[in-house]
């Protein structure tokens, strides 16, 4: 696509309940981060891919998150059991190789802004 | 490690006057840095990044930020703030395969 889509955009759980972020990055990226960024602060680095391995998942705060890029190209951000801690705005990027490598950046979706009730 | 720190939180400046958003990093080797901008309800955009080459960095929309590494700075400027740079920007500095994000400063312009 265009640029990188991320759904739904805006999410109300119940405390307890699962939920899934999908995040669908520029067609050829290789590389997909996931970022945290919580009302008033940066970005906070989750996890990312390249391809579909997991590179990096230093960034999860707990087990209750876990996220997945089975194809290479579409992740899935899991949260279960929900709480209301886990309420903030998750946001994609996607980059055409791994940051860091030549004049690389990543592009930014628009977010999901997850709200835990 | 890699950190970046913004030095202020809110910035407010008067439309046509200067802007300067502060950001100062802590790199153990020669940094990659960014600024990104977020308008209220959009994704974030890549404003200028310095790679090495030339310490001053001109971007998109007027913007420009000089790379001081003898104050470990890189503050972002503009000659002439406009009603529409109001936004939330981020000073980044590139970590290990991983952009490392300031906590932000509020840009407010006002009329």
């Known amino acids: 696509g265009a640029g990188v889509s991320q759904s739904p955009r805006y999410k109300v759980t119940k405390r307890g309940q699962d939920v899934a972020l999908r995040c669908d990055p520029i067609s050829g990226h290789v590389s997909l981060y996931w970022y945290r960024q919580a009302l008033g602060q940066g970005p906070e680095f989750l996890t990312y891919?390249?391809?579909?391995?997991?590179?990096?998942k230093s960034g999860l705060p707990n087990d209750r998150f876990s996220a997945e890029r089975p194809e290479g190209s579409i992740s899935t951000l899991t949260i279960q059991r929900t709480e209301q801690r886990d309420s903030a705005m998750y946001r994609c990027a996607s980059s055409l190789a791994p940051l860091g490598t030549g004049n690389t950046e990543a592009f930014f979706g628009q977010g999901t802004r997850l709200t835990v009730v | 490690a890699q950190s970046v720190t913004q030095l202020d939180s809110h910035v407010s400046v008067s439309e046509g006057t200067p802007v300067l958003l502060r950001c100062n990093y802590s790199s153990s080797y020669s940094p990659s840095l960014f600024w990104y901008v977020q308008h209220p309800n959009k994704g974030l955009q890549l404003l200028l990044k310095y790679t090495s080459a030339a310490t001053l960095v001109k971007g998109i929309n007027g913007f420009e930020a000089e790379f001081k590494k003898s104050e470990t700075s890189f503050h972002l400027t503009k000659p002439s703030a406009h009603m529409s740079d109001a936004a939330e920007y981020f000073c980044v500095v590139l970590g290990t395969y991983k952009y490392i994000f300031g906590t932000g400063t509020r840009l407010k312009v006002l009329a």
């Open positions: 891919f390249n391809y579909e391995a997991q590179q990096d």
